[in-house]
């Protein structure tokens, strides 16, 4: 069958994807993904939202088929509706209804047409345009804990995310390393002095904590912004915790190594909450010349190689997030669900 459209990633950013492609009757559509679980939002049932309620039904009722399905099944709304619409949520709340096959794209070509094909089984299929919603998972550190100091225990971000999972892996000797100022990592260090019993926590950052503040009709920091439970603690909390202690990395980036070998020596575990990277792509080509070098137009998603951009083909979502302007001026990427 060929088909009118390929969204690749059913994550948040995949699932609008294909809401907005059947109000648009672009199908049929083809929907691949490996697991079909609503992307990264699933791993973090016990990670408060950053996102209000309201956003998140604004979100998905932003399109006519949601509108439909939810005036049909209306559970996870209703769910939804009845938790206080300014506060923010789990996740499992709304994506546990969600399930459908498993694949995983391993290459696209452009020939006539886009031609995608799926690892494992070979399968090819043939449609007009293709949808990238592949999104993206926390950046490791580039240098190893090891070579600034002894060896030291990396614990993986969506562990750390975890205050159950973290519980069970941190004891009473240890002293954790938190590197970064973002809402991943002041949630980290909210669930080690609220749900283990480590020594003590360092916390190494770059940039001051930023709050995110709600103007008439739109939000000052959206994206880079801490916000939800996240911000409340971080205001109220973070300074009285006399077991963390906050250490600014200098300007200079060559600088950073000496204030890490002065402060992680007895330090036993590490976590870092320093930012996300894009997932790795399917071998993208054009007449099986494959592509080296792959941009997106940060203000409509269109997908560029080497020699121009490519047809029919588009990022979208967390992997090529789009570059938002407020009204006072300030740049930033929009990476949240309602953009
Ligand atoms: C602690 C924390 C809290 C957060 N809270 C919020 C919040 O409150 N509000 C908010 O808006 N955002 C929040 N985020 C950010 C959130 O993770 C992203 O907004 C969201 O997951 C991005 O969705 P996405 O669909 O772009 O990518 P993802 O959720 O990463 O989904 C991408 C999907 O594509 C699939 N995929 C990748 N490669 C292939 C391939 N080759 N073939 C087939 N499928 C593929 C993946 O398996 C995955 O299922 C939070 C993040 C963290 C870490």
């Not at 059913?10 to 993904?33: E, N, Q, R, S, Y």
């Not at 950053?50 to 049909?72: M, R």
């Not at 709050?211 to 801490?226: H, P, Q, R, S, V």
Request: charged share 25%.
């Amino acid at each position: 069958m060929r088909f009118k459209s390929a969204v690749i990633g059913a994550g948040p950013t995949g699932i609008c994807a294909v809401g907005h492609l059947l109000d648009l009757k672009l199908h049929p559509i083809l929907w691949i993904d490996p697991c079909f679980n609503s992307g990264r939002l699933s791993s973090y049932q016990n990670v408060p939202s950053n996102t209000k309620v309201k956003l998140f039904i604004e979100f998905a009722l932003n399109c006519n088929t949601f509108k439909e399905i939810a005036s049909q099944n209306d559970d996870v709304l209703n769910a939804l509706l009845a938790t206080d619409q300014d506060s923010g949520c789990y996740y499992d709340k709304r994506y546990k209804t969600i399930k459908t096959d498993k694949g995983n794209v391993r290459s696209m070509n452009l020939s006539e047409n886009w031609c995608i094909e799926i690892e494992g089984s070979g399968q090819k299929y043939y449609c007009d345009s293709a949808i990238l919603a592949t999104g993206s998972h926390p950046r490791e550190s580039r240098q190893s804990p090891s070579e600034t100091h002894h060896e030291i225990t990396s614990i993986h971000l969506d562990v750390a995310l975890d205050p159950e999972r973290l519980g069970q892996i941190i004891t009473e000797d240890d002293t954790v390393a938190v590197v970064g100022s973002s809402h991943s990592a002041i949630l980290v260090l909210k669930n080690l002095s609220q749900t283990t019993s480590c020594k003590s926590i360092l916390n190494f950052y770059r940039e001051e904590l930023k709050f995110a503040e709600y103007k008439d009709g739109w939000i000052l920091y959206d994206n880079t912004g801490l916000k939800g439970q996240a911000a409340t603690w971080a205001r109220n909390e973070l300074s009285k915790v006399q077991k963390i202690k906050r250490i600014k990395l200098p300007k200079e980036k060559n600088k950073e190594k000496e204030v890490y070998l002065a402060h992680l020596r007895g330090c036993t575990k590490i976590v870092y909450a320093i930012g996300f990277e894009r997932n790795p792509l399917p071998i993208i080509s054009v007449n099986d010349r494959v592509c080296r070098e792959i941009s997106y137009n940060p203000k409509n998603g269109q997908i560029s190689d080497e020699n121009g951009p490519l047809d029919n083909c588009f990022g979208f979502g967390i992997a090529f997030p789009e570059k938002t302007i407020d009204p006072m001026g300030n740049v930033e990427y929009a990476v949240g669900l309602f953009r």
